[in-house]
């Protein structure tokens, strides 16, 4: 089945520091899609980035780089020099292409705070 | 190009009545998706259409109804409204993926905060 876990529920990091998001997930499936999702407080989640099960290639992109290793089946996001606007709650996502990519499994999210 | 739009952003219902949910995409795009999001459960899926006319059950359809008739329209129906009903309802669409290529990101709506009282 599928799954994927968050385990911080919420993270306060100040300004400029780093803060790395953890996302486990869990799927049987050999062919799969991971995602990050933003929600700000505005409410309408913005897609990040999506990464295929058969590319480990770690991404930057600007301040954001996600990790992904399918040894520990994690893809963790990290924020550097993190900013007040990074302030948001992040889903990350699976999808398995057996299902056809439609019933994509959210975590429960990790609302972060950016302090001034 | 206003992308994914939801009617109404707010609802207050009573136990027991009805209503419909309203989410229009102008992205040309092929599947539609409905989910709710409750505090401290992420997003959950309630049905989806991968075409005008189609619908299928996602992880939590029990109490809606939903119908395509328009390649752009994905409306969600609750008959009988419950307490249990109280969420925030997201609408969302994304690409077919043998065409684009895109691996089923998905585009979202503002959301509409339902209350069942």
Known sequence: A????????EISVV???DVTLDCVYETRD???????YKQP???????????????EQNEISGRYSWNFQKSTSSFNFTITASQVVDSAVYFCALSEARTGGFKTIFGAGTRLFVKA | NAGVTQT???????????????????MNHEYMYWYRQDPGMGLRLIHYSVGEGTTAKGEV???????????QNFLLGLESAAPSQTSVYFCASSYELVASGRYYEQYFGPGTRLTVT
Not at chain 1, 30 to 36: A, G, Q
Not at chain 1, 41 to 55: A, K, Q
Not at chain 2, 8 to 26: E, H, I, N, Y
Request: glycine share 4%.
């Open chain 1, 41 to 55: 407080p505005s409410g309408e989640l913005v897609f990040l980035i999506r990464r295929n099960s058969f590319d």
């Open chain 2, 8 to 26: 109404p952003k707010f609802r207050v219902l009573k136990t027991g009545q009805s209503m419909t949910l309203l989410c229009a995409q102008d």
């Open chain 1, 15 to 17: 300004e400029k520091e």
């Open chain 1, 30 to 36: 050999t062919t799969y899609y991971l995602f990050w």
């Open chain 1, 2 to 9: 599928q799954k994927v876990t968050q385990a911080q529920t």
């Open chain 2, 61 to 71: 359809p029990d109490g809606y109804n939903v119908s395509r008739l328009k390649k």
